[in-house]
């Protein structure tokens, strides 16, 4: 005997209408967890070894975080280096060297958190190098960068790469007017003893957020006038600050101030 197929609370339909509408119950079912399941997928999963960055990409714990990411070692000493936003977005994706310390070394691509490409380009030790392609987040081509590498600077350190420098309201002769202004020769605590004339060369780097951070005087004459320079420079009022790859980043300035009796 055929079995007989029926629909709760509903009237009774011809065999053929009601295979179909139990085809369409289940190809809607099936459509719906094949949409949730591409929306999970854009998630990647849980690893015990994800660490979490700030906007300016250092190490921290997960409440700041602004990214999440891990490595995963390939051959050869290479690996993969991935990170995504909060919200699971991929943001970049490159290859490297393992290390320690990991480092970019190769192929690498940045993403908006819409999945757009935001660049593309090499990397080299840590540093870009090489033309790099970068694209609005409508897809429409923004510019092309070329990074050469510099040698290294007197302390041994090697200049960051920026797309855009950090900027002071009025420009870097709006900055030079502000030093010029606010820098007083500090009074000596013997007048019979001349006052000496020269220069004091503070270093100090514009965050993430355009504040002042870690001036330190690198090169002095008198330490009276070394404590006014940095005296005045840990006051500038806040940057624009640098971006690298559409994000702000830590960029370090030298500036000089010249002091005279």
């Given at each position: 005997m055929?079995?007989?197929?029926?629909?709760?609370?509903?009237?009774?339909?011809?065999?053929?209408?009601?295979?179909?509408?139990?085809?369409?119950?289940?190809?809607?079912?099936?459509?719906?967890?094949?949409?949730?399941?591409?929306?999970?997928?854009?998630?990647?999963?849980?690893?015990p070894d994800t660490t979490f960055f700030d906007a300016g990409w250092h190490h921290l714990g997960r409440p700041n975080a602004v990214f999440f990411g891990w490595v995963t070692p390939l051959d050869s000493g290479r690996c993969r280096i991935q990170t995504y936003y909060l919200t699971g977005e991929r943001q970049f994706d490159a290859t490297g060297r393992l290390g320690p310390p990991v480092q970019r070394d190769g192929p690498a691509t940045f993403y908006y958190r819409s999945g757009q490409v935001h660049s593309t380009g090499q990397y080299a030790q840590g540093k870009q190098t090489g033309s790099w392609q970068y694209w609005q987040e409508d897809g429409t081509p923004k510019l092309t960068r070329t990074y050469v590498p510099r040698p290294p600077t007197p302390d041994g350190?090697?200049?960051?790469?920026?797309?855009?420098?950090?900027?002071?309201?009025?420009?870097?002769?709006?900055?030079?007017?502000?030093?010029?202004?606010?820098?007083?020769?500090?009074?000596p605590i013997d007048k019979t003893q001349p006052r000496p004339a020269?220069?004091?060369?503070?270093?100090?780097?514009?965050?993430?957020?355009?504040?002042?951070?870690?001036?330190?005087?690198?090169?002095g004459f008198d330490p009276a006038c070394d404590a006014e320079?940095?005296?005045?420079?840990?006051?500038?009022?806040?940057?624009?600050?640098?971006?690298?790859?559409?994000?702000?980043?830590?960029?370090?300035?030298?500036?000089?101030?010249?002091?005279?009796?």
């Open positions: 055929q079995p007989h197929f029926s629909l709760p609370n509903a009237p009774y339909l011809p065999s053929a209408a009601r295979y179909g509408m139990i085809f369409c119950v289940l190809l809607i079912l099936a459509l719906s967890s094949a949409a949730t399941a591409g929306a999970l997928a854009q998630v990647p999963p849980a690893r350190s090697v200049p960051q790469f920026v797309e855009q420098m950090p900027v002071f309201a009025g420009g870097m002769a709006g900055l030079a007017r502000y030093l010029a202004t606010h820098a007083h020769y500090p009074s020269g220069r004091v060369f503070v270093q100090f780097v514009v965050g993430p957020t355009g504040d002042v951070l870690r001036p330190v005087v690198i090169k320079a940095l005296r005045v420079v840990a006051s500038l009022p806040r940057w624009e600050p640098g971006r690298r790859n559409g994000e702000p980043v830590e960029v370090r300035f030298v500036v000089p101030l010249i002091f005279h009796p």
